[in-house]
């Protein structure tokens, strides 16, 4: 398959099938390997668990350079840049040029037949910056559930980090008659890397497969992230050592279960007595497909329930929940149009992520467009984390070169979005995002930018989202959305308030984002349903 038609497989469903298929046939090679290697009987759902998301990741990135036109030198003596922790790790190197070299090398070069050099491993672990109040509170926080260790390794619940707000989870553990655990963090390692360890199940599993699939497997276990290999017993034994409890009923969370690796061995270790159910983390479940960049789709196989925002069913594992809103939004002063950008993805979500992140929104085609006494009311806010090649400044410096010299008012996402809305006439978002949800749910005037929609969208939501096309609060392409801006700049709230529009977005708003004011007892409610067998 040659670069060129690759590009057309970019968005093709059988592409992504192929990944699955590797995903599956990798999760089936290493499930014996790595028990016999960690002293464990995990299944192969619980290696999928710890493992799932990593291998979906890498292998994508994998068909992109192997089926690339482009060629590099043989380097002797080639150092392998491993990530340690699977997600923060892994997507903060992989767009990094350093990275991209040696896997280019690994790859093109072994797909030729010529022999990789390996002389070391450098570890990767990204910078986690916490102030130091936070830290003391950590640390007073452990301190205390040590001290009560056999209360709290005894606990039957663990309710953490829902998207719906701290003092939610707090209430809900004690609802459930728990006390809470808070925090969830662990203590840093050191470890070297063992290329002979790698080796040996590089050689197992490549027994008896075809060229192809031999590279494969040699790249991914020579990539694989520290946290599964090397660190696998040191994280272990910190977790049997720890205050954490160790036969849970349930776990109630949103983000962990997907990319903290102590978080997931910790669950994995007692799956099949725990149940584990996700809170909705973002406009994932029942409307984005795996080409989208919020793809939230691995996951469900291994889990046991997702409270999903709305009351639309897709999946015998959704339980059709509501909204409880991390943030409320008023307006006070309805002056300006805010435009949210989409960050910068890291290199994994694509086959092309800067050519995705160039296109996704043209920002010059919408600046080019839109009056100029609009564009001085304009606030362009961009997402608070990028990744190379676009970080933030160069998104700023791409932004100022299409503004034709005028000033603009561009918010590094520093300041949170509720005081954004307060001045807010008009919000674009400038792709799919659970703040379009947010403020759909709260009948702020909003429009969703969504290019991709053909590829993002799952077939169950399309024709719902295609009434919102009809409506205006949708559109896929940046001259028609300054077009229609221009037009109704000075009647945006007669626009908005139409009768047969807002009856609609009702409509629109009951299948995927219900705002609800004070939910907790329904949360608890459901949880208790969920859970009693």
Known sequence: ???????????????????????????????????YLHKYNFDQKQWELLLGQWIFSFTKIFFRIYFSEKTVKIKKNDKLIIPKNSYEDFINLISKNRWEDSIKNQILNHKKNKKLYISKAEIFENENKINYFKILLIKLHNQICSLFKCYFSKKKIFIHNTYLGRINEILLQLKFKELPIIF??????????????????????????????????????????????????????FLKKSFLPNKLKFVFNSNEIIVDDYFKLWIAKQKKNCKIILSQHGLNYQITTEHSPQSGTTETSYVDKIFV????????????????????????????????MNQSAPNYHYFDNTSYFLKSFEINKFLNSIDENIKKLLIIRLHKNNFPPYKTNKIINLI??????????????????????????????????????EALSQNIPTILVWKNFKYECTNSAKNDFLKLVKLKLMFFEEKELSKFINQNWNIIDDWWNKIKKQKNISIFKYKYCVFENDQFLRVYNKLKLVTKN
């Open 309 to 340: 925002w709305g009351n639309k069913k897709k999946n015998k594992k959704y339980e059709n929940m509501f909204m409880i809103p991390k943030r409320k939004f008023i307006v006070k002063n309805k002056k300006n149009l805010i435009l949210v």
């Open 1 to 35: 398959m040659t670069t060129s038609k690759l590009k057309k497989y970019k968005f093709n469903e059988k592409l992504i099938l192929k990944v699955k298929i590797l995903l599956k046939k990798s999760l089936n090679k290493l499930t014996p390997e790595l028990n």
């Open 400 to 437: 100022n070169q299409n503004s034709k010299n005028k000033k603009l008012n561009i918010d590094k996402g520093k300041k949170k979005m509720t005081d954004l809305v307060t001045n807010s006439k008009l919000l674009v978002f400038s792709y799919p995002s659970s703040g379009f949800l």
């Open 184 to 237: 969830f963090k662990y203590p840093n390692y050191i470890c070297n890397y063992n290329i002979l360890v790698r080796e040996q199940i590089i050689k197992k599993i490549s027994k008896n497969e075809n060229k192809f699939h031999k590279l494969y497997f040699k790249t991914l276990i020579y990539n694989m992230p520290l946290n599964f290999v090397e660190g696998f017993k040191i994280i272990d034994d």
